[in-house]
T-cell receptor, first 113, second 113 residues
Framework: QKEVEQDPGPLSVPEGAIVSLNCTYS??????FMWYRQYSRKGPELLMYTYSSGNKEDGRFTAQVDKSSKYISLFIRDSQPSDSATYLCAMSGWGGGSEKLVFGKGTKLTVNP | KAGVTQTPRYLIKTRGQQVTLSCSPISGHRSVSWYQQTPGQGLQFLFE???????NKGNFPGRFSGRQFSNSRSEMNVSTLELGDSALYLC????????????FGPGTRLTVL
């Protein structure tokens, strides 16, 4: 079983739709949870960063972490064509060498005008 | 504040050669991590340096090595290149140990022929 599982999609939605992206994980030591956005041939860009369980909102983006279910989500409201990219979840722990980021494979999202 | 910079952006090498990639972290950041991104494996952790010391290492052969200088700039070296080393090599920097919340550079795209 992979440490982090993410549906690769692709996911295609109309402009204005609510997008839901998610990842599951198996390592209970993970404490830090991130979502990155990566445009084609670019480096990943940090979108959301949360510690432990709970919700975090930033503009049109909401990140949710449910440690009891080992499940994290990213919601994008009022999606725009400029949101078309690959979205990567990432997580890490603390101590014992677990500080490295472990990534999901990424979900490719296309928002159609 | 300037972001993470990586040089060169593109490299073409042949099998058996060696290559050195460079990363300049965000000013004030002391941790530099390196990741390899391929279509098949996604983003995989190579190693992390903090204050010139390797703190963590991923599951890559010894042909992959790195170092960090006193100004926090980092280099990674790949010797005896193989076709499978063709990938996007990404550098991330953060203020503290670990890459939680780290910002990534644009990457160096290495092609091995």
């Amino acid at each position: 079983q992979k440490e982090v599982e993410q549906d690769p999609g692709p996911l295609s939605v109309p402009e204005g739709a609510i997008v839901s992206l998610n990842c599951t994980y198996s390592n209970s030591a993970f404490q830090y949870f991130m979502w990155y956005r990566q445009y084609s041939r670019k480096g990943p860009e940090l979108l959301m960063y949360t510690y432990s369980s709970g919700n975090k909102e930033d503009g049109r983006f909401t990140a949710q972490v449910d440690k009891s279910s080992k499940y994290i989500s990213l919601f994008i409201r009022d999606s725009q064509p400029s949101d078309s990219a690959t979205y990567l979840c990432a997580m890490s722990g603390w101590g014992g060498g677990s500080e490295k980021l472990v990534f999901g494979k990424g979900t490719k999202l296309t928002v159609n005008p | 504040k300037a972001g993470v910079t990586q040089t060169p952006r593109y490299l073409i090498k042949t099998r058996g050669q060696q290559v050195t990639l460079s990363c300049s972290p965000i000013s004030g950041h002391r941790s530099v991590s390196w990741y390899q991104q391929t279509p098949g494996q996604g983003l995989q952790f190579l190693f992390e340096y903090f204050s010139e010391t390797q703190r963590n290492k991923g599951n890559f052969p010894g042909r992959f090595s790195g170092r960090q200088f006193s100004n926090s700039r980092s280099e990674m070296n790949v010797s005896t290149l193989e076709l499978g080393d063709s990938a996007l090599y990404l550098c991330a920097s953060s203020a503290n140990i670990g890459a939680a919340g780290a910002g990534f550079g644009p990457g160096t795209r290495l092609t091995v022929l």
